[in-house]
């Protein structure tokens, strides 16, 4: 496994610190600078990355990649966006981040869940798709997992309501397009989840199995454990023992009462999370 040195700065998230410049909104995203390039993990909805961008002076226009975790709209939305500062940029993703997916509301009424525009339009403003199924090698020390193997036995997500089209068949959605970003580092492997709808002890047991790294240093990003139920998060909470991470950062989809239960068992080894907020690695 390669390994790399850098820094990541969230250019998306929930909550803003203090006297910030930074604005917050529901979504995510981080801006990767390494020895050999800058990436961009998610979009966050559209509405705060660019502001955000110009206050962390993190250049749009100087990017290798761009990353989607998954394709709901809350990581995907600002895609239109950061693509104004490229003519052509390579967008990497699983092929379901294009699939068309609705949730079940109150009243029968259906409501969109993915991303807010067609691929054809974002091509023509310079995207380069590039999808993936399995865990592939991207650059220099970065890796994206794939679709996740779901072996726990807890960690059912929030999947109520969930449903995409497919075929033109209607078929429950359990978002197989989740994917996290795994970064090598000197002190172990780094990993950028998106929501961890998949489970994110699901997640670092495959990261580990595919890059062959016994040693989780750290894990920045949405866990979606406050949406999960008490159960979940619980026994996550009981798994995350085992493999003694040194850093942890809940994003994002975590949730407050979430995070300070983390915060109340793993005490400094957690981090709130903020828009703005610096990580080097």
């Known amino acids: 496994m390669d390994k790399v040195k850098g820094r990541l700065t969230l250019l998306v998230d929930n909550i803003v610190s203090g006297k910030a410049e930074s604005l917050g909104e529901d979504g995510f995203s981080v801006f990767v600078e390494t020895d050999y390039g800058n990436f961009l993990f998610d979009t966050g909805r559209g509405t705060t990355i660019v502001h955000n961008s110009i206050v962390h002076k993190k250049n749009l226009g100087l990017l290798n990649k761009i990353i ?15 693509l104004r500062f490229h003519d052509k940029i390579k967008v990497l993703g699983h092929p ?29 403003l310079g995207a380069s798709f590039v999808f993936n199924r399995e ?53 172990g492997i780094l990993i950028l989840l998106g929501c961890a709808h998949s489970g994110i002890i699901n997640i670092i047991n495959h990261s580990m199995k595919m890059t062959g790294s016994d040693r989780i240093w750290g894990i920045i990003g949405g866990t979606h454990l406050g949406f999960s139920g008490e159960v979940q998060l619980e026994k996550t909470i009981q798994a995350l023992k ?30 709130f999370s903020y828009a703005g907020m610096t990580f080097e690695f």
């Open 242 to 271: 085992y493999y003694q991470i040194e850093h942890f950062i809940p994003a994002h989809c975590t949730g407050i009462d979430a995070v300070s239960r983390l915060v109340n068992v793993f005490k400094e080894v957690v981090r």
């Open 68 to 82: 989607l975790s998954h394709g709901h709209a809350d990581h995907s939305g600002g895609l239109e966006q950061v």
């Open 96 to 124: 379901d981040i294009f699939l068309n997916r609705f949730r079940g509301v109150e009243g029968g009424n259906q409501k969109y869940g993915g991303i807010p525009y067609n691929m054809s339009y974002l091509e023509k």
């Open 135 to 187: 865990f592939v090698d991207i650059d220099q020390g970065l890796y994206l997992t794939g679709e996740i193997p779901r072996e726990t036995d807890f960690e059912y997500g929030d999947m109520a309501n969930r449903w995409g089209i497919r075929d033109g068949k209607i078929i429950q959605d359990i978002i197989l397009d989740d994917q996290s970003l795994i970064i090598g580092t000197e002190q």
